[in-house]
């Protein structure tokens, strides 16, 4: 059986020549088996780095504290003999960048195949064919020449859309998705909509979507978790967050949407520098005066989704 995967006190942070910048900051939060969870907020509140500290895959200038839980394994002090076992077969990952992600000296072939061979006992031949027929999922008409192709010959379009489905070749219990419609035009977001919910009903797949897209989140996910400079600020049931959002910052998000009048979110007002409350207060057109004292703890609001907000206080 498939098991939560669960965060507890999370900090990510870099050193620089001015000190130590923060990603993520005392974050906790517990996914849960069997559903999509997603994430949202800016670039840059630590949506990525979140994500990619669950499998340890963090350039080596960050500094990771806290601990992460896969059923009863703590990922962040298991060898890393069993964690390479656990990535790829136990939680699959779908990468932002595919240009990075994908080997340009090896064909997509070789590099599928590989995938399957590291964590099961099928021949390279059966390895090939489940990539072919994973790949017209994902509509790739001759998929046959696909595979036999180098990733610079394709557009960045298929390149996502084979990152994906490596990241899903081997029918992980858990998939991390970081952006996978990122660059696809509409057509083809909503091939991989289509595909990573088949793939979660067809295989009970669990999956964090870490995403910009609101509407994508919407519609794919069970519940959804808002960050903004590190931290979650809003978090609950999918339809409810984005329909009806409690947090000022979440009403930003979604009312920048074209479909919502696009309405941006302001800049910071640079009089609001230096204080120690929210980290939105700069920014916050419903702030008071404590909101700049006193960061806000997080509330349970009765429809069950936890807001951290001195609103709702």
Same mark, same amino acid.
């Given at each position: 059986?498939?098991?939560?995967?669960?965060?507890?006190?999370?900090?990510?942070?870099?050193?620089?020549?001015?000190?130590?910048?923060?990603?993520?900051?005392?974050?906790?939060?517990?996914?849960?088996?069997?559903?999509?969870?997603?994430?949202?907020?800016?670039?840059?509140?630590?949506?990525?780095?979140?994500?990619?500290?669950?499998?340890?895959?963090?350039?080596?200038?960050?500094?990771?504290?806290?601990?992460?839980?896969?059923?009863?394994?703590?990922?962040?002090?298991?060898? !890393?003999?069993?964690?390479?076992? /656990?990535?790829?077969?136990?939680?699959?990952? @779908?990468?932002?960048? %595919?240009?990075?992600? =994908? $080997?340009?000296?090896?064909?997509?072939?070789?590099?599928?195949?590989?995938?399957?061979?590291?964590?099961?006992?099928?021949?390279?031949?059966?390895?090939?064919?489940?990539?072919?027929?994973?790949?017209?999922?994902?509509?790739?008409?001759?998929?046959?020449?696909?595979?036999?192709?180098?990733?610079?010959?394709?557009?960045?379009?298929?390149?996502?859309? !084979?990152?994906?489905?490596?990241? /899903?070749?081997?029918?992980?219990?858990?998939? @991390?998705?970081?952006? %996978?419609?990122?660059? =696809? $035009?509409?057509?083809?977001?909503?091939?991989?909509?289509?595909?990573?919910?088949?793939?979660?009903?067809?295989?009970?797949?669990?999956?964090?979507?870490?995403?910009?897209?609101?509407?994508?989140?919407?519609?794919?996910?069970?519940?959804?978790?808002?960050?903004?400079?590190?931290?979650?600020?809003?978090?609950?049931?999918?339809?409810?967050?984005?329909?009806?959002?409690?947090?000022?910052?979440?009403?930003?998000?979604?009312?920048?949407?074209?479909?919502?009048?696009?309405?941006?979110?302001?800049?910071?007002?640079?009089?609001?520098?230096?204080?120690?409350?929210?980290?939105?207060?700069?920014?916050?057109?419903?702030?008071?005066?404590?909101?700049?004292?006193?960061?806000?703890?997080?509330?349970?609001?009765?429809?069950?989704?936890?807001?951290?907000?001195?609103?709702?206080?």
């Amino acid at each position: 059986m498939t098991q939560d995967i669960q965060i507890e006190d999370l900090n990510v942070y870099f050193e620089t020549a001015s000190g130590p910048v923060y990603a993520v900051k005392n974050l906790s939060t517990t996914f849960h088996a069997g559903k999509i969870s997603g994430v949202i907020g800016e670039s840059g509140s630590g949506k990525s780095v979140m994500g990619m500290s669950i499998l340890r895959l963090l350039p080596n200038t960050a500094r990771v504290t806290g601990k992460c839980f896969f059923g009863d394994q703590e990922l962040y002090t298991l060898p !890393l003999r069993q964690l390479r076992k /656990l990535r790829g077969k136990q939680i699959g990952l @779908i990468p932002q960048n %595919p240009n990075a992600s =994908l $080997d340009p000296v090896m064909k997509v072939k070789r590099q599928f195949v590989e995938a399957v061979t590291a964590h099961t006992s099928l021949s390279r031949r059966n390895a090939a064919q489940d990539a072919g027929a994973l790949l017209e999922q994902f509509g790739f008409t001759d998929a046959g020449a696909i595979l036999d192709r180098y990733s610079f010959q394709m557009s960045g379009g298929m390149n996502q859309r !084979l990152v994906s489905a490596l990241g /899903l070749i081997n029918q992980p219990g858990w998939v @991390i998705a970081d952006e %996978p419609t990122k660059g =696809l $035009d509409a057509p083809l977001r909503n091939q991989v909509y289509r595909v990573l919910r088949q793939i979660y009903r067809k295989n009970h797949s669990s999956m964090i979507l870490i995403t910009h897209d609101l509407l994508l989140a919407r519609q794919l996910c069970d519940d959804i978790r808002v960050m903004y400079q590190g931290q979650i600020v809003e978090q609950g049931d999918a339809r409810a967050v984005i329909d009806a959002p409690k947090h000022p910052y979440t009403a930003g998000l979604v009312g920048s949407l074209p479909s919502r009048g696009m309405h941006p979110i302001p800049l910071p007002d640079p009089k609001c520098e230096g204080h120690s409350g929210c980290p939105f207060y700069p920014r916050c057109e419903k702030a008071t005066a404590g909101c700049a004292e006193h960061p806000p703890g997080e509330v349970t609001l009765p429809d069950g989704r936890k807001v951290r907000c001195r609103l709702y206080g």
